[in-house]
Nanobody, 114 residues
Framework: QVQLVESGGGLVQPGGSLTLSCAASGTIFSINAMGWYRQAPGKERELVATRSNYADSVKGRFTFSRDNAKNTVYLQMNTLKPEDTAIYYC?????????????WGQGTQVTVSS
């Protein structure tokens, strides 16, 4: 069983910064397959960042990083905009032995507003 726990969300003014964390516990084979998604009200969940890919809307502003020793990934978010307001979710998805695994955290709210 795998658990993903996000933290670090909150209210921030436009132009501000936040860092999200996602700690994975349980039987973790690798955190290389972890990523960040977000879902704004009335919109579908969308990919924000993985270790090798960023959504166009966040390129140059957000940075994905990881600490393998802590089974934790981070999302450094700079120059935040009101349109970044969403619930941010951590995801771990991989295939092993012919079985696909897909885990989600509970989400953390990020609100960008003055």
């Amino acid at each position: 069983q795998v658990q993903l726990v996000e933290s670090g969300g909150g209210l921030v003014q436009p132009g501000g910064s936040l860092t999200l964390s996602c700690a994975a516990s349980g039987t973790i084979f690798s955190i290389n397959a972890m990523g960040w998604y977000r879902q704004a009200p009335g919109k579908e969940r969308e990919l924000v960042a993985t270790r090798s890919n960023y959504a166009d809307s966040v390129k140059g502003r957000f940075t994905f990083s990881r600490d393998n020793a802590k089974n934790t990934v981070y999302l450094q978010m700079n120059t935040l905009k009101p349109e970044d307001t969403a619930i941010y979710y951590c995801n771990l998805a991989y295939a092993r032995g012919g079985i696909k695994y897909n885990y989600w955290g509970q989400g953390t709210q990020v609100t960008v507003s003055s």
